[in-house]
């Protein structure tokens, strides 16, 4: 591969928590799963006040069993996985030699296996770069997206549905537990607020989606999921990144690498990148002009207002609070302030992600440069 991979459809997934009252079908990355289910700005309260109910079902799930897994993924991806413990969660990618960024995955750690989750059409892809590394190593690695399925609940009154539906408390940020009908709960350390996903045997998805809504857990679609992670800064693989982004472009080098690791491909890109100067882009949020009446769409450019290119549109929503905002990759000078468009809708980047005097400074690597020029003409 010399890229990221390309995410494949899966056109035959359809949810069964469809069949809730109001639901409407989601496009593209999310088809077979609800955009929402009749008020995507009630749903995304209801995550802020409450508690909601996300359907994530059609990530792929693959996992990976054998006595060497462990110190086999360590050496494939960038986090250090070597010794990670029993019911620990983490993340992790692949990436290229040069550095971009390949694959995506959540990574836990349960009774003997090591599940790997991501984006809906990704499993695919990852696994057949998985499965054509294993040479003499003694893992097998399974597709078992047909066998378990992924929902999230967001909100406060999280722990407490939990406990009283399925009889587990928190096991804290970062770790996960089995559930007694089998399949485990997480609690991610990288998710904001109070969440918690749940990866359930496939046949049981329905029954316990419909004990959490009896319980309170209001049912919410990928609208109200993006609009709620879009603040957060949090990438999805196959939305806001692409082919050329490398990990220092965005969240993932504090939650998916291991910055004091061994050697592992693409890691040369990595570490000059972080110890010599900057990344090329920078993941923003972008609020977006209401205006016009319609919204921007994913992959379209960012420009500034004499037509230069200088980035790449990804998830697009409309928040509850904050109207229409979205995510951008755009170069890493380009300050707030700078009027910008969003395709053809006017854009500005939110005044949080303003540079600051450290994205100023000259960078180490053209310091060591001028300070060899002056050496040599010494």
């Not at 991501?118 to 190593?137: C, H, I, K, N, V």
């Not at 490398?246 to 050697?263: F, S």
């Amino acid at each position: 591969m010399v890229g990221m991979a390309t995410p494949q459809d899966r056109p035959t997934y359809r949810s069964p928590l469809l069949q809730l009252p109001g639901a409407v079908n989601a496009t593209g990355i999310d088809g077979g799963t609800a955009w929402h289910y009749g008020d995507p700005i009630a749903e995304q309260r209801a995550a802020e006040t409450a508690v909601a109910l996300f359907d994530q079902s059609n990530r792929s799930v693959l996992t990976v069993t054998g006595e060497d897994r462990l110190t086999w993924l360590h050496t494939l991806t960038s986090q250090f996985l070597s010794t990670l413990a029993d019911g620990q969660v983490t993340e992790a990618l692949v990436l290229t030699p040069q550095g971009h960024v390949e694959h995506h995955a959540v990574v836990t750690e349960l009774a003997g296996v090591s599940y790997l989750d991501t984006e809906p059409g990704g499993g695919a892809g990852l696994l057949g770069y998985l499965d054509g590394m294993r040479f003499w190593s003694k893992v097998e690695v399974t597709d078992a997206s047909t066998d378990f399925a992924v929902v999230a609940l967001i909100g406060p009154k999280t722990w407490d549905v939990i406990q009283r539906v399925l009889k587990v408390t928190d096991p804290g940020a970062g770790h996960a537990v089995a559930l007694p009908g089998g399949g485990f709960l997480r609690h991610p350390s990288s998710a904001a607020g109070e969440t918690a996903e749940l990866l359930l045997p496939r046949p049981t998805l329905a029954s316990v989606a419909a004990n959490l809504t009896a319980a309170g857990a209001i049912p919410a679609g990928s609208w109200a999921a993006d609009a709620l992670r879009i603040p957060t800064r949090r990438p999805r693989w196959g939305v806001d990144v692409d082919d050329r982004t490398i990990p220092n472009e965005v969240q993932w080098l504090v939650t998916a690498v291991h910055l004091d690791k061994g050697c592992y491909r693409g890691q040369e890109t990595v570490a000059r990148v972080h110890n010599l100067g900057r990344p090329p882009r920078r993941l923003v949020m972008l609020n977006l002009d209401g205006s016009p009446g319609g919204l921007p769409e994913t992959g379209d450019a960012v420009t500034t207002a004499d037509g230069r290119v200088v980035g790449r549109l990804g998830t697009v929503a409309q928040h509850h609070e904050d109207g229409p905002i979205a995510l951008a990759l755009v170069k890493r000078t380009v300050d707030a302030g700078t009027p910008l468009l969003a395709g053809t809708v006017d854009a500005a980047i939110d005044p949080t992600d303003a540079l600051g005097d450290a994205d100023r400074a000259t960078p180490l690597s053209a310091i060591d440069r001028r300070a060899l020029s002056q050496i040599r003409r010494n």
